[in-house]
């Protein structure tokens, strides 16, 4: 083989190599961005659905709940929040009313109607309203959490494999002479992205740290104010 020949293979080999390196450091930081978008949505969903957890739980004990052990387990397994139904009395009703054009609290004043308390099930009652939503990934329909997805909630969906929980938080906080109930509950960035290119991860987290007081993480609600929003939304 002639040193012409061979020296016109090796510069097309390292045309290729360079043109190889140049596409991948270009589309390394978008395949990057990609799976930081997609981690950011799947814990946006766990988040959403744990905040659901902790309102339904405020509203039937009084109260936020610091523990996942404690939230999940009083909420799958209580009998515990009270529903007020109304009953209507029809063999009270005079003949030619009609009670759904009557307001209620003539109703209730006239015997007509009886408001009725029961204790239900937290959760029974939450998927019963459609507040557990999540979107099966087999048939692409909405669906509600299954008891097995409530229990799993506290775990960070990445990195896949391992059984990182988010970190939850409850408390009272003062505000205007009163303490008002708070809880918060989050996960770090190093946390969930801690298996993707180390150097693009330090990189996301400085950018982020930029903006002033923002959290390098995502989260819902916040121990310092009363506030149950989400830093995603």
């Not at 190889?20 to 949505?41: A, G, H």
Request: aromatic share 8%; glycine share 6%.
């Amino acid at each position: 083989m002639k040193v012409k020949t061979i020296i016109q293979i090796v510069l097309a080999v390292a045309i290729v190599g360079l043109a190889y390196l140049v596409y991948n450091s270009i589309q390394k930081p978008m395949r990057f961005d990609n799976e930081y978008t997609k981690r950011r949505d799947a814990c946006a969903e766990k988040l959403k659905s744990i905040r659901t957890l902790e309102e339904a739980y405020k509203l039937t004990y009084g109260t936020y709940c610091g523990s996942f052990d404690t939230l999940i387990n009083r909420l799958m397994t209580e009998d515990s929040m009270k529903v007020v139904s109304k009953v209507n009395n029809y063999d009270k009703i005079p003949e030619g009313v009609d009670i759904n054009e009557v307001p209620e609290s003539e109703a209730i004043k006239n015997g007509w109607t009886t408001r009725v308390e029961v204790f239900v099930n937290p959760i029974a009652k939450l998927r019963e309203d459609k507040k557990l939503p999540i979107v099966d990934a087999v048939t692409g329909k909405t669906r509600q959490l299954t008891d097995e997805e409530i229990a799993n909630l506290r775990f960070v969906p990445y990195p896949k494999g391992e059984k990182n929980e988010f970190q939850l938080q409850a408390g009272l906080l003062e505000k205007s002479g009163f303490m008002v109930p708070v809880f918060e509950c989050k996960v770090d960035m190093e946390v969930l992205l801690k298996d993707l290119d180390e150097q693009l991860v330090v990189n996301k987290i400085a950018e982020i740290h930029e903006v002033k007081d923002r959290y390098a993480g995502w989260k819902v609600g916040d121990m310092t104010q009363a506030v149950t929003d989400g830093n995603f939304e």
